[in-house]
């Protein structure tokens, strides 16, 4: 029972943190690999600027309606 405890905690333990030998536990999280981003193509931009259209759509209908029911 105890071994299978120990089998379970060791696989829990082996994707984000590491056990040292003498049982203290390393929690500090695994640092990715930095990137820079690549600039947006025309399909991406033309979504980025739909979806602004939409949010200032949706907030002046909100502006509005509150406006309306005050």
Same mark, same amino acid.
Do not use: H, W
């Given at each position: 029972? +105890?071994?299978?405890?120990?089998?379970? $905690? *060791?696989? &829990? +333990? %082996?994707? %984000?943190? *590491? =056990?040292?030998?003498? /049982? *203290?536990?390393?929690?500090?999280?695994? =640092?990715?690999?930095? #990137? #820079? %981003?690549? #600039?947006?193509?025309? =399909?991406? *931009? $033309? $979504? #980025?600027?739909?979806? /602004?259209?939409?949010?200032?759509?949706?907030?002046?209908?909100?502006? +509005?309606? &509150? +406006?309306?029911? %005050?």
């Amino acid at each position: 029972m +105890l071994a299978d405890a120990n089998a379970i $905690r *060791q696989v &829990a +333990l %082996s994707d %984000s943190c *590491q =056990e040292a030998l003498n /049982g *203290q536990l390393n929690n500090y999280a695994i =640092e990715t690999p930095v #990137y #820079y %981003s690549e #600039y947006p193509n025309s =399909e991406q *931009q $033309r $979504r #980025y600027a739909f979806q /602004g259209a939409c949010a200032i759509l949706l907030v002046n209908v909100l502006i +509005l309606k &509150a +406006l309306a029911v %005050s």
